[in-house]
Nanobody
Framework: QVQLVESGGGLVQPGGSLRLSCAASGSIFSIHHMGWYRQAPGKERELVASISQYGTTNYADSVKGRFPISRDNAKNTVYLQMNSLKPEDTAVYYC??????????????WGRGTQVTVSS
């Protein structure tokens, strides 16, 4: 079994910054993609950013240039640096990872989410 634990959410003023972290632990042979999704009240969950095991990144248009994603493979951790935050970035942010276990089976896991609120 694999656990994803997010941290770093909170309340921030518009224009401010937050850094989210997500650490994976458990039965891990390797981690393929890692990423962040978000879900605002009354809206569907959407992709924010993702990063492959080779470092290839993908971003939602709404966060390009503001939310760089990175990962530390040695720590099985993915980060989302959120800059120039806007009220419309308010949402619960979820970590997502494609994990290959020691039986060489790949499964997708989700974290429990961390709340980000952008408000003055």
């Amino acid at each position: 079994q694999v656990q994803l634990v997010e941290s770093g959410g909170g309340l921030v003023q518009p224009g401010g910054s937050l850094r989210l972290s997500c650490a994976a632990s458990g039965s891990i042979f390797s981690i393929h993609h890692m990423g962040w999704y978000r879900q605002a009240p009354g809206k569907e969950r959407e992709l924010v950013a993702s990063i492959s095991q080779y470092g290839t990144t993908n971003y939602a248009d709404s966060v390009k240039g503001r939310f760089p994603i990175s990962r530390d493979n040695a720590k099985n951790t993915v980060y989302l640096q959120m800059n120039s935050l806007k009220p419309e970035d308010t949402a619960v942010y979820y970590c997502n990872a494609g994990v290959e276990n020691f039986e060489r089976r790949i499964e997708t896991y989700w974290g429990r989410g961390t709340q980000v609120t952008v408000s003055s």
